[in-house]
């Protein structure tokens, strides 16, 4: 994920830095590891903050895929509704700042900077994640602005992860799938375990995966959640024109799709709508407020279009289930000409898995690697392409941007070029392109 220059900002005497920055290049380097899942040092410096009671509702959404689709149609309906909102998502793609939105508007430098000195002088001697950093100035962030409802995207798993430190009023668990295994386990029961996480005692928590592993129903029981399941409790269901929703004695019909050409927009919106109604005794949204936010839906780099001669599709499926809901996508979406694909992917993912889903969606290959320590060389990408039967022809490039050069030297008019594996690569692909995110 690349990151654009800084406005400086003046330092105050406790302050170490004067730009994000220098903020954010520290924290990469200050934690031991990465990525340390456990909620002990994040919680210590919450409360040392008075974060854990923060005096906003609080919507967690965890989930394999479909986390930023529905923690974004969430927030969009939520404003729409006269509701004042803040959103927590990771990675970005392009600028930091996209991870924390107050009212739909993202964050700016000083204020993130501001909010990063407060937690450095609040830590003492205690060490933090770069996510843990990000996680605790979103709350900063979200209370000193006086929002009404949070929506905290988790980062990694759930019940670990330092989003939980905050009890979720709702909690919306979107899919199980594999992904983060070393961090997760190894099969869907595992990794359904985990993500439950989030599930709090007597609240309510929305499940919108239509087939969950059986440890999601036993960790709501356990820890005595009230869980609603999609295709028992609700239902979201395609119709002429639109689509309908059902949750108890609640109904909506003939609602406008998110967006036309995503198959699974429809499930992710259904989960979302059932939380809209959990929280409505609260915080009311009326039927043009939750039409209005679901058809101005749009995400970048989920199934977005950038139109031309040569048409782009980026999309940031860095997995073998969100890589093969893409293929079904592509296969929804018209095109008069070839399909051109460029892909770079990181290191810990399924690499096989992914293009295997992918192999008929296109008849040329453009292999980028990416940087940094998580980044995959393109020879990983070309073996396991190799060991499919290289369903294409090929190339191999050293970064996304001379990977989307060559490609855009090869296509034609009526073409498109569709662009995925990453939210760094998507990211790389809308710096090239000049597209704002």
């Not at 001379?402 to 790389?428: C, H, K, P, Q, W």
Request: charged share 20%; proline share 4%.
């Amino acid at each position: 994920m690349s990151m654009q220059p800084s406005s400086r900002v003046p330092l105050s005497p406790a302050g170490r830095f004067g730009t994000l920055q220098e903020w954010l290049d520290w924290q990469v380097r200050l934690h031991f590891t990465a990525i340390e899942l456990g909620l002990d040092r994040c919680r210590v410096v919450a409360e040392r903050m008075g974060m854990l009671r923060p005096g906003f509702a609080v919507v967690s959404v965890a989930g394999t895929n479909g986390k930023g689709s529905s923690t974004t149609m969430l927030d969009q309906i939520l404003r729409r509704g006269g509701w004042r909102t803040g959103r927590y998502t990771s990675p970005h793609l392009v600028r930091y700042n996209e991870r924390i939105c107050v009212n739909g508007v993202e964050v700016t430098d000083e204020a993130l900077c501001r909010a990063f000195r407060r937690i450095d002088e609040a830590r003492g001697d205690i060490s933090l994640t770069f996510f843990e950093f990000g996680t605790l100035a979103a709350i900063d962030i979200f209370r000193d602005a006086g929002i009404d409802v949070a929506i905290m995207e988790v980062g990694l798993g759930g019940r670990l992860d330092a989003v939980n430190i905050l009890d979720a009023d709702v909690a919306l668990l979107t899919t199980v799938h594999l992904d983060h295994q070393d961090w997760l386990g190894h099969d869907r029961e595992s990794i359904g375990r985990e993500k439950a996480g989030i599930f709090r005692a007597g609240r309510p928590a929305v499940c919108g995966d239509p087939s969950p592993p059986a440890s999601v129903e036993q960790v709501a029981a356990s820890l005595g959640a009230r869980l609603f399941r999609a295709n028992r409790d609700f239902h979201g269901e395609d119709a002429a024109g639109g689509w309908n929703w059902r949750f108890g004695p609640a109904a909506r019909s003939g609602l406008p799709r998110p967006f036309v050409h995503h198959e699974r927009y429809i499930q992710n919106a259904a989960a979302v709508l059932t939380v809209l109604d959990l929280l409505s005794a609260r915080f009311p949204v009326a039927d043009a407020a939750v039409r209005a936010g679901l058809a101005e839906f749009r995400l970048a780099g989920r199934l977005q279009i950038v139109p031309g001669e040569v048409s782009y599709v980026l999309d940031v499926a860095h997995n073998p289930e969100a890589a093969a809901v893409l293929a079904a996508n592509l296969q929804r979406l018209p095109c008069a000409g070839e399909t051109h694909l460029v892909i770079g992917m990181l290191r810990d993912k399924d690499h096989g898995g992914a293009l295997r889903a992918l192999s008929g969606s296109a008849r040329r290959w453009y292999f980028a690697s990416l940087d940094g320590e998580r980044g995959a060389p393109a020879a990983r990408l070309v073996d396991a392409f190799a060991a499919l039967g290289g369903p294409g022809r090929y190339s191999v490039h050293g970064t996304v941007a001379e990977a989307l050069a060559a490609a855009a030297g090869n296509a034609a008019s009526g073409d498109r070029i569709v662009v995925t594996g990453s939210f760094v690569t998507v990211g790389a692909a809308l710096s090239c392109l000049g597209v704002r995110c």
